[in-house]
């Protein structure tokens, strides 16, 4: 018995250190954000001034500074770049996962739990983001350890108030992301109605927690934290297009339905139950229920959309499902066929995307080891999901990782174009290689419109950016241009 059980926890430790914390380091900041964040978080470390944010000297208050915190934590420890930036995001996803699983036992017992866990774990959203350094992750993290621990009574037992911790958690989840997290606790104020003292105490602690940082920022800044946060990345984020992120009412349905792969199928287990230990009318079921589906309307009302802003949403709808699915996960057949079916879809996509990356995705080529590969991601996903989805995410890290580094990180261009940076100026990159390039050359290259040089860096529709002789710009003649004559 001893055994099994160390060589269960063994297991899950690998499975775990492969979905979370391989490969951090093998693939350079991605798209506009990391980057940005991360050097921020650099600056930060580098000044010494944790008040205000700043991003090239400059105050930055998109966003509170709990990543911006992690970053620095981690740079004063003697971590540095994607390791000091991604770590941090990794161990909070780890202790998240870890206080899901407790939690969620305590509540419904150790084999819902672990299914729970799993599914969350193994889902390619919470992968995703738990690879990258994006204040997503962090606020998902506080954000749910916090409506987990404001969980209602089950059916029968005495009505219980939400725990004191959660009001610190609430205030961490708004350092992550500003007043998000004060409005999707909405759910909890209905289930917990009748117990006004307690959450006019959870929101003193929530306030405790987050205020500091905005009021000494504004006393040093004045109302250009508000003005950038509030109003700018909140309401007019929320409300206008201000921010270029518009998206249709139902983006989201298959940005849920994508980022559950390989679980997906495993939704069909809500649908309504005639067996009483799994009803709806468990007041616990309800408000995961009502967590998971008014943080989904809630993000779907908003004009401004991007993948990443439903994260809240998946530990809710992983504790359902788990909770309603643990025994047909194992019993089911037509289930574990159909959520076997799902992986063989994220192995293709992680075989062609090098040749896509490369050649185009219509001349990406299906060659006999990926159906292979797909056939046996089938097989081990019927057998064990959790275990072959992190066999699978290992394989893909190993194998993908290196290319996606080559094609879109602005690391292995940096010490390409390094040798020459003095003769060198950015004419047009695009945004993501722009702050990517910002973050690995110090100082930044400038513009060639303000200080002309040999070589110009240029990259047109995203494509990986080149050097190319500057064009020489025409001379200035020290005379007036002449007067077209009349006709």
Known sequence: MLRSRLIAFIGLGIALYSLLFLGLT???????????????????????????????????FEKPPLLYWLTASAWTLGLRDELAARLPVALLSAAFLIFFYLRLRREFGPAPALASASILATSIGWIAYSNVAVTDLPLAACFSAAMLLALPAPPGAP????????????????????????????????????????????????????LPWFLAASMQHGAEPFRELILKHHLARFFGGEIHHERPFWFYLPVLLGGLLPWTPALLCLRPRTN????????????????????????????????????PVLPPIAALVGVRAHHSLAH????????AAMLPLLVLGA??????????????????????????????????????????????KLTVYPVIDAHLGARQLW???????????????????????????QPPLPPCATEPRPLALTGENGVRPSLRPAEPSAPRSPFPAPTPLRQ
């Open 159 to 210: 009505a219980r108030p939400p725990s004191l911790a959660a009001g610190l958690l609430f205030g961490c989840a708004m350092l992550a992301k500003g007043l998000v997290p004060a409005v999707l606790c909405l759910p909890v104020l209905y289930f917990h109605r009748r117990q006004w003292r307690r959450l006019l105490a959870l929101a003193a602690l929530a306030a405790a927690v987050a």
């Open 332 to 339: 089911s057949r037509p289930l574990r066929c159909a959520v």
């Open 351 to 396: 075989q062609v995307l090098p040749d896509a990356l490369t050649d185009g995705l219509s001349r990406a080529p299906l060659q006999p080891r990926n159906l292979a590969l797909m056939a046996a991601s089938a097989a081990g996903a019927y057998v064990s999901p959790p275990y072959t989805v992190a066999a699978v995410a290992l394989w893909a």
């Open 26 to 60: 093998d693939v350079a900041f991605l798209s506009a954000d990391e980057p940005r964040y991360a050097a921020i978080g650099r600056e930060m470390a580098q000044s010494g001034d944790w008040i205000t944010p700043r991003l090239n000297g400059q105050p930055w």
């Open 415 to 441: 010490h390409e174009i390094k040798p020459h940076a003095a003769e060198t100026c950015i004419e047009w990159i695009g945004r993501d290689w722009q702050y990517g390039l910002d973050y690995y050359a």
């Open 276 to 311: 009483s230990s799994l009803a709806w009318t468990d007041p616990r079921l309800q408000y995961l229920a009502a967590w998971a589906a008014f943080g989904f309307l809630f993000f779907s009302a908003s004009t401004n959309k991007l993948p990443g802003y439903l994260l």
